[in-house]
């Protein structure tokens, strides 16, 4: 017994001293990849070349995977900090992005103390975001440490948090919200000089912006030029405002001072680049085109230091930069020859999508898509111009294109996405891509419901919360470019061929508009033609649709003076439509404020008539349908499978929003179709959220708001109110969606994308076929042409059953004429396809299947007793033969 307890305690001393061993060499390789970590930090602040971060991306991707103690992860996150800072300088700003990034998740994930992450991460990670135009996560990081500021009291960053969201909201056109801020800083006592100066030089810029020449020039008399950058953004500013006055010397003496503050304190190129843009803009009015060229070449040089002084340079050398575009529109505005500007322009556009590809919000996006938007509008010019010299119809061609390139942008993409996962659904990174992104867009949703109740506290936990989503969710999409890069920009051109083609099987023509700043062009295409046109004076056009809109705003209007409307009307419809409309079918893709125009409402024809059943309405002699792309034609749909309508109708009863005919409008339904009908306080956004799935037709009655600039649009159920983002974070895939209610094709309109309205919400989240409402419309009159909408509907489809209501409507003697008014039926558009008849349901599709099989069975039966009726035949042939 005593042996074996010797044994034992040897055998304990043996682990002990295994146990202590492997502690001691895990604590020194734990040392050792610490230690490591800060020698590369030194090696790198010594001798900070491109050879030495090449090699240091290869090993901070080997410490991330090997970290695993709080020490090790704060000597990555410092080697991370300082890779994005010398990335930053040499002009990699990408890559200076995807280390910050890194740091702050590894900052957040581990939860590091003590180390300055505002100003060693958080305010050039925000910067960067800001250069590359992503406008929303800049906003978001910089509010991030903005609130860090205000916890700690900290007036100086807090300030410095302020300039920044200052350049953020100024960059993406919020000039006032911006002016607020800076003021609202600017009252703050303890504020230092240098602060103070940069506040008021950013204040003077938006108010440059707001047009207020008067406060610039106050403002800019307060500014101290003590410091290289204020004096610089100082001269900026000064020149800015003596080219709005017409000094174009004295601002090009500004230019040139600021020139030598950048030349002088060796700051940053990108800076220099853009004084030479602003100075090639001067000697462009001062019609010194060579040197405009020369100083636009200088900003490439600056920009590419490798690039050769006056060539055009490729694709492949360009990257996300937005003063490249600067450059290259500037460019294009200076060539003689049209095609060389196109060339440019090209430039321009393939550096705004190697932008895009950065950004993963769609606020971010639709402000670049604005500008496109711009310089389509100049290639369309140049190219029209080529057209009515030439005749060659492949200027229309290319005309064609850059109009359908600003139609839809991002619904077009997210369309594309959805169909990559759906072609591989068991990839378990499109997944990921599907599931973060859907969080997004749920926290924004959040986010603003938190701050327009005021709930500060909500309002920094969701941003927090988005900031990290957004993190994840950039780093899966990069993932995702690499594996589909497809993806990134997808190739989806319609041809003005394919659709002719497209238009003689639906025997239908189609009109597709694209509305400029000063130009609107409109493509005319049949069956067997097409046909370009340019209007010039669209300023005339745009206060004809604003006074007929206004028609619109209340019951009340129309019937007030209909020989103003009559003139109004067809007034409109000359304009828009100085062609013969060849088909009876018409299909029409807005543009700017032609997307709250309902077509059937003009008159073809003048009218001194004040009965409304007998005036000339484009609706008598056209069905029209719309689109938001031609893009989207016969695009493919979903089959519709298991019930086929949910209807869902809070009535709102013993409310003043009480809808009473909205009951009468679901019993109809009921009556007319296969419907799952919920109402009243059982219509709860949850219920439609649940059951939206499994339906093929959504009818949604109920209060809707096209929102404004600060509340978003939204819809309402019987519990609570679904605002746009939420919409986005769903995904159905109904055959048709009926929104009756108020308002749910209004919204603000984005350069590129068009109404950022509920019904957008809802193609966004997979409907392809929509029928919409354009303004506040009346209950009775929406139950009546909703009941006339679900007989014809299943017969004829959706587009045939639209107009058939609506003539229904103006046919029926127990209205009014006043009721007849086209206030009352003119409000609902259809959005899609030229259907004949809805997809049949899945047991309909079994039957048809069933019967096939069945009709082939027989066929087969029938020709195998033909074939033994043959052989008989035949061997009866040889035995008379053999006879003879």
Known sequence: MEILRRKYNKITVKKIWLIAVLILYSSLLKAQLTSHIYDDIDRLSTS???????????????????ANSLEEYTALLILQCNMGYYYRENGAYLKAIALYEKAWQNYRGRKIEHYDITEFCLKPLGNLYTISGDLTRAENTIKSYLFIAQQQND????????????????????????????????????????????????????????????????????????????AFNLYRNAAQLAKAKGELSKAENYLDRAEN???????????????????????????????????????????????????????????????????FDAMAALQSEPEKSLEYYELSFHVSKLIRTQIITQEAALLQLAEDKNRSEKCIALLYDMYRDTGNPQYMERAFHY???????????????????????????????????????????????????????????????????????????????????????????????????????????????????????????????????????????????RAYLSLFEDPHSINNNPSDYAHKAHSLFNKLFPFPISEKKLIVVPDGLLSFIPIETLLTSKSESVSYKTMPFLLYRHQVSYLTSASFYHRASPPISGKKLLGIFPVFEGTPEALPYSLEEAQSIKALTEAAIITGKNATKSSFVQNAKNYGILHLSTHSSGGNFVVPPSIAFSDDTMLLHELYSLEFKPKLVVLSACETGIGKIQKGEGPISIARGFQYAG????LFSLWKVNDRATAQLMTSFYRHCEKYGAATANRKAKTDYLADDKISNIKKSPYYWGAFVYYGNLQQKQTYTADYQYAIFAILIVTFAVLLIYLNRRKQQYSKSAKANQSISKKV
């Open 48 to 66: 900070p070349s491109p050879v030495v971060l090449r090699e240091l991306e290869t090993k901070e991707i080997q410490y991330a995977t090997k």
């Open 155 to 230: 007036t100086e960053q807090e300030t410095a948090a302020i300039l920044n969201l200052s350049v953020v909201y100024h960059n993406a056109g919020n000039f006032r919200m911006a002016a607020r801020l800076l003021e609202t800083q600017l009252s703050v006592s303890s504020l230092a000089s240098e602060q103070k100066t940069s506040l008021l030089n950013n204040l003077a810029a938006n108010y440059f912006a707001l047009k207020q020449y008067d406060a610039v020039e106050k403002t800019l008399q307060k500014v101290s030029k003590t410091q290289p950058q204020i």
């Open 261 to 327: 503050e950048l030349l002088t304190h060796s700051l940053s190129a990108r800076e220099l680049a853009r004084i030479y843009v602003e100075k090639a803009e001067l000697a462009s009015l001062n019609h010194q085109y060579p040197k405009a060229k020369d100083l636009l070449f200088r900003a490439l040089n600056f920009l590419l230091p490798q690039h050769r002084k006056h060539d055009k340079p490729t694709t492949e050398m360009l990257y996300a930069e937005n003063v490249f575009i600067s450059v």
């Open 767 to 770: 409907a392809k076929q929509l």
């Open 403 to 545: 109009s359908e390139n600003n139609k839809a942008s991002i619904l077009k993409k997210t369309d594309y996405r959805k169909s990559i996962a759906e072609a591989f659904p068991d990839d378990p990174l499109l997944s990921e891509v599907k599931k973060w992104s859907a969080q997004q867009e749920q926290l924004i949703n959040k986010l603003v419901r938190a701050q327009l109740s005021g709930n500060i506290q909500g309002t920094k936990h969701y941003t927090e919360a988005l900031n990290d989503t957004q993190l994840q969710l950039g780093a899966l999409y990069k993932k995702a470019y690499l594996k589909y890069p497809s993806m990134i920009n997808p190739d989806q051109k319609i041809s003005l061929d394919s659709i002719r083609q497209l238009l003689r099987d639906d025997q239908a023509c189609m009109v597709i508009y694209f509305s400029g700043k000063k130009q609107r062009f409109i493509f005319s295409v049949s069956s067997n033609s097409s046909e370009m046109y340019r209007e010039d004076n669209t300023v005339e056009t745009d206060n004809l649709i």
